[in-house]
Structure formats: structure tokens, C-alpha cells
């Protein structure tokens, strides 16, 4: 039994082609649009205790603003009720929001900062 050969696999069946017809596929080639990511803009939000300097201080440190700047914002913040520090994508949004969060916790301030989507 281990000396005979094994059998040859039987042949595809191909369908017959009339002449002059081809079946060849041809697909159009589709331009496809990607939408740009939504982008986040973070916002300080003023507050009664949280001292000026200590704001002006956070704009420089994590949104890498110059001193006027991040005073011209932090005016804006407080007359103004909220002002934008900068506008991201939304990890780094989020992560911007939590960096400013800790900071001023940490220094024992009440400061809120938030994303919210840009329109």
C-alpha cells in the first residue's frame, strides 16, 4: 500500500468564454475624504480665590505661553468668567485638563479648567 502513487488532484472546471467577451473586472478608483479629528479648546474658569499669579503662572507652564500672554488670558479669564488657553485634539485636551487640575490641587486652589469641542 505505501508503493502506489498518489492520484493527481481532478482539474478545475472552467466555464466556457464566448469570443469577444471578456470578463474582466474593472473597479473605478474612489477618492475617499477623511474628516480632520474634532478639536477641543481648554478653558479656565475664573473663581474668587485662586490668586492671579498662580493662573498666569499655570498658562505658561502648560500651555507654553509667554508672560503677557498668559496675563492678557488671565485678564480675560477674570473679567470674562472663562478664557480659552489653547486648542487641542482631544487626548491632549483631556491631558492638559488633568496636568492643570493637579497642579492646583496641589497648591490647595480651587482653579476649574474643562474641554469642550470647537464649533
Not at 488670558?73 to 483631556?94: N, P, Q, W
Request: glycine share 6%.
Amino acid at each position: 500500500m505505501a508503493t502506489q502513487n498518489p492520484k493527481k488532484p481532478p482539474e478545475p472546471v472552467v466555464p466556457p468564454t464566448r469570443p469577444g467577451n471578456d470578463d474582466a473586472v474593472v473597479l473605478e478608483r474612489r477618492t475617499q475624504r477623511t474628516e480632520p479629528p474634532q478639536m477641543f479648546q481648554v478653558v479656565l474658569l475664573n473663581d474668587d480665590f485662586t490668586p492671579m499669579e498662580f493662573v498666569v503662572h499655570v498658562i505658561q507652564e502648560f500651555f507654553s505661553k509667554d508672560r503677557e500672554t498668559a496675563t492678557q488670558i488671565m485678564l480675560k479669564i477674570h473679567l470674562e468668567g472663562k478664557g480659552i488657553c489653547g486648542v487641542y485634539s482631544r487626548d491632549v485636551a483631556g491631558t492638559k485638563v488633568d496636568q492643570v487640575l493637579q497642579a492646583a490641587r496641589a497648591a490647595g486652589h480651587p482653579l476649574q479648567c474643562l474641554s469642550e469641542p470647537v464649533e
